[in-house]
């Protein structure tokens, strides 16, 4: 990022051409050409994946990284894989989104005031992106929340990753984040004056089958966080 965007269109423009990391390019490009059966007859994105909604959101859902058969073939954040199924299915019952379902660009689906963004951009091997990878990708963060600043009220962060990917990136934009930074924890809730960050485990098929997270769990958070953000 050479220059600070002027817009989310920008911005996202940006993120799809970036190469910073080759650990990322080379995997997100070979399960391209790999594919997965079910998808073998699909062109994969296999790029770099934008945030997911509109430019004056008051809410910010920040996840982890796209997965490889999912936004990775998809091109858009948490859709088309399991995790994407459970947290769309949950943003529509709260009145956020406008389908429970999101399978490909192009699905009709929209988000009510909520945008969906990441700390990493690339599908990572194995869903587990480096610190030092975390740490290339955080400007798109930094830059992605500075545009949203003027309407954001609130954020939910699923998982301990994007927490504590989140957390510096609002204090170096000025958000007072205590020190030490608090910890990560389901239904942990941080107040940064204007700003409220809610803590939600993560969506992911294993702590869905586990029990860990649950469809009732994830609505009580994001209920929550949109009711600080002026959206009900």
Same mark, same amino acid.
């Given at each position: 990022?050479?220059?600070? /965007?002027?817009?989310?269109?920008?911005? !996202? %423009? *940006?993120?799809?051409?970036?190469?910073?990391?080759?650990?990322?390019? %080379?995997?997100?490009? &070979?399960?391209?050409? =790999? #594919?997965?059966?079910?998808?073998?007859?699909q062109e994969?994105? %296999?790029?770099? +994946?934008?945030?997911?909604?509109?430019?004056?959101?008051?809410?910010?859902?920040?996840?982890?990284?796209? $997965?490889?058969?999912?936004?990775?073939? =998809?091109?858009?954040? @948490?859709?088309? !894989?399991?995790?994407?199924?459970?947290? @769309?299915?949950?943003?529509?019952? +709260?009145?956020?989104?406008? &389908?429970?379902?999101?399978?490909?660009?192009? !699905?009709?689906?929209?988000?009510?005031?909520?945008?969906? +963004?990441?700390?990493?951009?690339c599908a990572?091997?194995?869903? #587990?992106? =480096?610190?030092? *990878?975390?740490?290339?990708?955080?400007?798109?963060l930094a830059?992605?929340?500075?545009?949203?600043? /003027?309407?954001?009220?609130?954020?939910?962060?699923?998982?301990? @990753?994007?927490?504590?990917?989140?957390?510096?990136?609002?204090?170096?934009?000025?958000?007072?984040?205590?020190? /030490?930074?608090?910890?990560?924890?389901?239904?942990?809730?941080?107040?940064?004056? !204007?700003?409220?960050?809610?803590?939600?485990?993560?969506? $992911?098929?294993?702590?869905?089958?586990?029990?860990?997270?649950?469809?009732?769990?994830?609505?009580?958070?994001?209920?929550?966080?949109?009711?600080?953000?002026?959206? @009900?």
């Amino acid at each position: 990022m050479h220059t600070r /965007p002027r817009s989310l269109a920008e911005l !996202d %423009a *940006e993120v799809i051409g970036c190469r910073a990391c080759p650990r990322l390019v %080379a995997w997100r490009e &070979q399960v391209a050409r =790999t #594919k997965r059966p079910a998808y073998a007859d699909q062109e994969y994105w %296999a790029r770099p +994946v934008p945030g997911f909604g509109p430019a004056d959101a008051a809410l910010a859902i920040v996840g982890l990284a796209p $997965s490889a058969h999912g936004a990775n073939r =998809t091109g858009r954040m @948490f859709t088309g !894989d399991p995790s994407g199924d459970f947290l @769309f299915r949950a943003l529509h019952e +709260v009145g956020l989104a406008s &389908q429970p379902t999101s399978t490909a660009i192009g !699905d009709g689906l929209a988000l009510s005031g909520t945008r969906i +963004v990441s700390p990493v951009r690339c599908a990572p091997p194995e869903n #587990k992106p =480096t610190p030092a *990878e975390r740490d290339t990708c955080r400007p798109w963060l930094a830059a992605e929340l500075g545009l949203l600043r /003027p309407a954001l009220r609130a954020i939910v962060v699923l998982g301990a @990753f994007g927490w504590q990917a989140l957390m510096p990136v609002l204090a170096e934009a000025g958000w007072p984040v205590p020190s /030490p930074r608090p910890a990560f924890g389901h239904g942990a809730v941080l107040r940064l004056d !204007d700003l409220r960050v809610f803590g939600c485990y993560h969506v $992911s098929p294993r702590n869905v089958q586990t029990h860990r997270v649950t469809h009732a769990m994830v609505c009580e958070v994001l209920a929550s966080a949109a009711e600080v953000a002026g959206l @009900f």
